[in-house]
């Protein structure tokens, strides 16, 4: 088919009535639009384009794209656009660089493609180009910002893993916190000091504040959000199992890439054992300069358990002595928080294998009982006793040299449980006090040696003083009446009475002498003195005169003097029977009741049946009526004397008890063992026997204690001094209603009063210890 002139006018007409409108499409959109020769020279382009390129479009026709970028892009450019005139292949995208007239510098990214003619052969190229300067340099920053961020991640993680290395390798516990004081990392450390693993606290609170640190820690934690940093900051910390930990905390709050608090970091550095060991230097140091303040025992007690309550922190502390004649612990002195149970705690006693105590002792080792309720060692009667209840205690001993003398307790720890340093605490003071404490039992033992002898020595002056006064009295009426005797037989011629009446001349001269005798011992401070002298004289002053004067000349004095020992003190040859003792004693009292009558005395017998004891009843009788009639005239009337038959430990008791005046201290460690009055000689008065403060000389209470060795029975007293006149030179007025201080018999028995005891054997015992003894 051939050409129509006609037709290819009309096709050129269209095509540039086609173009004309392309163009003006062209102008409205933003992107560059060009076509170039097969040079590159720009042949038509759109405003954009010079927008882009930042030239006129004069500026920009005809001239070559070469012109407006560098030589490298240029090369590129050139490249790109050959490879596609020479194989037809469309790249997918054209970067280009150019340089603006003003010199920027911009990036393009271009679409290329082939100008054809409607023959088929190549014109030019044309494209679309689009500043993407902009973008690619986001895009850039983007990358750079990953890189960065990636960077920054690895350096981080590096970071992370070269802290976590060194918060691992810390000594001292680290945790990390959210800003909620939540958990986000514990370091091993801190679950080596305090027992909680990561796994155990991640996300929740760490729950170690004791209540007692609850509001300095808060202060603390206002602190660190105010000043950013904590330094320093002293508190206590729970563990896991209980314990309390001395603290010191360091930390600071730590924040995000956008500079907002992201949590806090804590170190806490464990001072327990730093602060246990000063704690116990200034302790050890206060307590040695103090312990020589204190003389008396039970306030150097009272001190030492004062300050073991306040160092270990318990309820209770005292010290537990050993009594090594009785193998029992007693406590002198205890410190509570309740003084009541302090007070109540003195005095007790127990044996020394029971309790914890008891197992101290036998190990020598200090013991923590955690619970009591399951501890084998502890020993409840001394908390029923007390009406406490102990919980949880700790004992060590305290020692001299290999001898322990007692132990020193911690009771019921206020705060956690007791731990090893609280027994290395206790320990010291213990070995620090040991010492003293037995010195001051030693010095409080000499005083009170000392202050015995000294009671013993004012007893025998009194004894001395009472014998010299009762010497007097008879020696005057012996040689009195020897001096009548010799008056009346001068004008008789008898060798054989002289003789009599210069044998008892000479031995009144005898006693004179030693009345002298005695007052010399008296005026030097020299006081020996016989328990049997004035008994002697007493018993020999009646017989003398009756002899001298009912058998004149009579050679039988010696004879008649043995039958009045004899008489007082019973005849080793009267035999022994077995007596039923409640029956001798309800008979004896029968008969000794009108002796007594003109007395206001109440009398009550508690008379049970015994086992039969072997002694002669003579002998029993001057047990009962000496007992008796002691019992009454040291008890004022309306008092109360109560005789008592009962069956003890080792065989029956026969008991007289009276709610009289009692015997000083110092007196009744010679009752029983030397010739003694328990009253004071001085006040003595001449009246009948069973009268108050009749004036007896104590040859009851010795003929006792010679019966006691020869029928082999036990004596003891037990007496309690009136409070009311607590000395001997103090005088009982002898009846309660004349009494300033006592206004009914419940008063008075309240005040004093003595128990005098005699412990047989039963018969069966006694006569094979009597057999076995003959035999010896």
């Known amino acids: 088919m051939t050409d129509d002139p006609l037709t290819s006018s009309h096709l050129d007409i269209a095509d540039n009535i ?7 499409f062209l102008e409205d959109v933003a992107d560059g639009f060009y076509e170039t020769d097969l040079k590159g020279n720009f042949r038509f382009f759109n405003n954009a384009l010079c927008r882009i390129f930042g030239y006129t479009a004069t500026e920009i026709q005809g001239r070559n794209f070469s012109e407006f970028m560098d030589a490298e892009n240029a090369l590129y450019a050139y490249t790109v656009f050959n490879r596609l005139y020479e ?3 469309i790249p997918s995208e054209i970067i280009w660089k150019i340089v603006r007239k003003d010199g920027e510098e911009r990036v393009l990214e271009i679409s290329v493609s082939l100008i ?22 986001d895009q850039q920053e983007l990358e750079a910002s990953q890189r960065r961020a990636q960077a920054l991640f690895q350096a981080s993680s590096r970071a992370e893993r070269r802290y976590r290395a060194f918060l691992e390798f810390l000594p001292d516990p680290v945790f990390v916190f959210n800003m909620d004081s939540t958990v986000s990392y514990l370091n091993p450390a801190f679950e080596k000091v305090f027992g909680w693993t990561l796994t155990e606290l991640e996300g929740k609170r760490i729950p170690f504040v004791p209540d007692s640190e609850k509001d300095a820690t808060r202060a603390g934690i206002k602190q660190l959000f105010r000043e950013k940093v904590l330094h320093g900051f002293e508190t206590r910390r729970l563990t896991k199992d209980g314990r309390i930990l001395d603290i010191v905390v ?19 550095r464990d001072v327990t054992a730093q602060k246990r060991a000063e704690q116990t230097n200034r302790a050890l ?42 193998k029992e612990f007693y406590i002198p002195v205890a410190a509570y928080e309740d003084d009541k149970t302090g007070s109540r705690m003195k005095e007790i006693r127990f044996p020394m294998d029971k309790g914890v105590a008891g197992q101290v002792y036998r190990t020598g080792e200090p013991l923590i009982v955690p619970d009591t309720a399951k501890s084998p060692y502890f020993y409840d009667q001394v908390d029923k006793q007390v009406q406490f209840h102990t ?12 001898r322990m003398i007692g132990v020193l307790c911690a009771v019921n720890k206020t705060e956690g449980a007791f731990d090893t340093g609280d027994v290395d605490l206790l320990g010291a003071v213990a070995n620090l006090v040991a010492l003293p404490i037995e010195n001051a039992r030693i010095n409080e033992a000499l005083q009170r040696a000392y202050k015995n002898v000294r009671g013993l020595n004012r007893a025998k002056e009194q004894v001395i003083h009472h014998l010299s006064h009762e010497l007097k009295t008879p020696l005057s009426v012996l040689s009195a009446s020897l001096g009548l005797l010799e008056k009346r037989l001068d004008e008789r011629q008898d060798k054989a009475l002289d003789r009599v009446l210069a044998r008892a001349r000479r031995n009144l001269q005898r006693l004179l002498d030693m009345q002298y005798e005695i007052g010399d011992m008296l005026r030097e401070h020299d006081y020996r003195a016989h328990g049997m002298l004035s008994f002697l004289l007493e018993a020999s002053r009646d017989m003398l005169v009756t002899l001298a004067e009912a058998q004149p000349g009579s050679t039988r004095v010696p004879e008649v003097i043995q039958q009045a020992i004899d008489r007082e003190f019973g005849n080793e040859e ?10 001798l004693v309800k008979n004896h009292l029968e008969a000794l009741k009108p002796r007594f009558a003109h007395r206001e005395i109440r009398l009550e017998t508690r008379l049970a049946p015994v086992a039969p004891v072997l002694v002669p009843v003579e002998v029993m009788e001057k047990i009962i009526e000496g007992l008796v009639k002691n019992a009454i005239e040291n008890t004022p009337d309306r008092g109360r004397v109560t005789v008592v038959v009962r069956s003890g430990e080792k065989g029956p008791v026969f008991e007289v008890i009276d709610t009289g005046v009692g015997v000083t201290p110092e007196k009744q460690q010679l009752i029983f063992n030397h010739y003694f009055a328990t009253g004071d000689a001085m006040n003595y008065a001449s009246k009948a026997p069973y009268d108050f403060n009749a004036g007896g000389k104590g040859f009851d209470l010795l003929r006792i204690t010679i019966f006691s060795e020869r029928y082999h ?64």
């Open 116 to 137: 054809v003619d409607r023959s088929g052969k190549k014109m030019g190229f044309q494209g679309v180009a689009r500043d993407v300067t902009q973008k690619i340099a």
């Open 285 to 326: 140091f206060r307590i040695a300069r103090a312990l020589y303040r204190f003389p008396r025992l039970d306030r150097m007690l009272e001190y030492i358990a004062r300050q073991v309550q306040e160092l270990i922190r318990v309820a209770g502390a005292m010290v537990m002595l050993i009594d090594e004649e009785k």
């Open 713 to 776: 029975f036990d004596t003891k007293m037990i007496s309690h001094r009136c409070g009311y006149i607590p000395t001997d030179s103090d005088i009982c007025p002898g009846a309660i209603d004349h009494c300033d201080h006592c206004s009914s018999p419940a008063d008075c028995e309240a005040s004093g009063g003595t128990t005098m005891q005699i412990m047989f054997l039963p018969s069966s015992q006694l006569d094979l210890a009597c057999r076995l003894e003959a035999a010896d």
């Open 250 to 268: 360091d930390g600071a709050i730590f924040y995000d890439a956008e500079d907002n608090p992201a949590g806090q970091v804590i170190t806490l």
């Open 574 to 583: 009267i035999p022994c029977t077995d007596i039923a003792l409640d029956q």
């Open 391 to 402: 919980k949880s205690m700790l004992d060590v001993p305290l020692r001299i040299q290999e």
């Open 87 to 89: 194989s037809g292949e």
């Open 18 to 24: 086609f173009r004309d409108r392309f163009r003006v």
